[in-house]
């Protein structure tokens, strides 16, 4: 919690990984024999009250940059390894509330920077795999993204009505509805195709066109199934093993035969090579989204963008550790015609800000996780009252324009 002299207060919480990249700052922990299991957060904590607070007396919460750049200094390193991300960012936001509500507006209001709010198009979690539930297929995200609304209350509506479909779908087939971390289902299924095809069935279900009315995204996660040693991508779920042209050929297949409109790290985090072939290959038909490559950093981004890799960026606070370089890295993305999509963790808290973070800064996406969980669905619903208040004025970010780069 953050205050200031007219009384006003802010406060925030920061989410955590399970599917993290090693080239992420550093989420401070306080290690093996300590509570929690080693999870706990009071050095963090500790970082927070005795070296942040007294630095940060008599700062003008007003000026986010200056703050932030004063945590950045203080913490020193390049990770945020000497305090923690997770208490940098955590104080960062703070502030940033603290602001807005001394000056008696909404966050997003006080956060945009020039142009018009944006509403960012919903992408959705619908099943799972990976990391996100246990293994039971390799990929581990497979998304709905509602193409063909016009409000974002039309969105949210298309994405709650394919879950649903999907449960009763998994449901008919003998198939477990049980939840992965983020919301979506994590059936045990023969392979990452018949995925696809109960994506496709669930669409046309609740009534919509896929492809038209609804596109499909999955997240790869490559860098968790890549054997650095050997170069290759192993889908145990599927046992065999590829070469990454191999991976992206797979890759272009699906997108020949289904309507997958954007694919989120194709390849492993440092297979720049493979990065390229897949980009050469599919940017001008899908977006195709660094996280686990870029990780919010300016540095990583901006070496893809000299290289020609990928044509968007998945954007997560926590990765980089401050409000400001988060923002940056955003600008730097949109500059270079790249797609910026906000997204949430998978060990989320029932913190809204990224909501009115991504309205702000024209994020045109947001993938928060499924529409189930408090911690996921405070985000949705900060965004309908965000629409509510903007009123005639609100608009949804269109789909994005593939292949613009």
């Known amino acids: 919690m953050v205050g200031v002299d007219s009384g006003a207060w802010g406060m925030a919480s920061v989410p ?36 942040i607070e007294p630095a940060l007396r008599g700062l003008d919460a007003s000026d986010q940059e200056a703050v932030d750049q004063l945590l950045v200094d203080l913490d020193g390193t390049a990770d945020k390894s000497h305090l923690g991300a997770n208490a940098t960012l955590g104080v960062s936001l703070a502030v940033a509330r603290v602001a807005a509500a001394s000056r008696g507006i909404p966050l997003w209001r006080h956060l945009l920077r020039g142009g018009s709010p944006l509403l960012p198009r919903p992408m959705v979690n619908i099943l799972s795999g990976g990391m996100h539930a246990g293994g039971n297929l390799d990929l581990q995200d497979f998304l709905i993204v509602p193409s063909g609304a016009d409000t974002y209350a039309e969105a949210l509506h298309t994405c709650v009505q394919i879950h649903w479909a999907m449960k009763d779908l998994l449901r008919e087939r003998g198939l477990s509805t049980l939840r992965a971390d983020e919301g979506g289902f994590g059936p045990a299924l023969k392979g990452h195709v018949e995925a696809l095809e109960l994506m496709v069935t669930a669409a046309e279900r609740a009534g919509f066109k896929p492809g038209h009315d609804v596109g499909i995204a999955i997240d790869v996660a490559a860098s968790h199934f890549y054997d650095v040693e050997k170069h290759r991508y192993g889908l145990a779920s599927e046992k065999r093993s590829l070469t990454p042209a191999e991976l992206v050929g797979l890759l272009e297949e699906w997108v020949d035969k289904y309507p997958i409109c954007s694919i989120e790290d194709g390849l492993a985090e440092d297979d720049w090579d493979g990065w390229k072939v897949l980009t050469d290959s599919l940017a001008n038909r899908v977006q195709l989204v660094g996280d686990d490559l870029f990780t919010t950093n300016p540095q990583r981004l901006g070496l893809g963008i000299e290289r020609g890799v990928a044509n968007a960026v998945l954007v997560k606070m926590n990765q980089i550790g401050t409000l400001t370089e988060t923002l940056r890295v955003v600008d730097m993305a949109q500059k270079a015609g790249y797609s910026t999509i906000a997204s949430a963790r998978s060990g989320e808290t029932e913190d809204s800000i990224l909501a009115d973070i991504t309205v702000a800064s024209g994020m045109g996406q947001i993938k928060i996780g499924s529409v189930t969980q408090s911690e996921r669905l405070a985000k949705y619903n900060q965004l309908t009252r965000i629409e509510d208040e903007l009123g005639e004025e609100a608009t949804l970010a269109p789909t994005p324009a593939l292949g613009a780069r």
């Open 16 to 51: 955590s990984g399970a599917s993290v990249g090693r080239h992420e700052a550093v989420e401070l922990r306080d290690g093996v024999g300590s509570r929690y299991r080693g999870l706990g957060v009071r050095q963090a904590i500790s970082n927070v009250t005795d070296l």
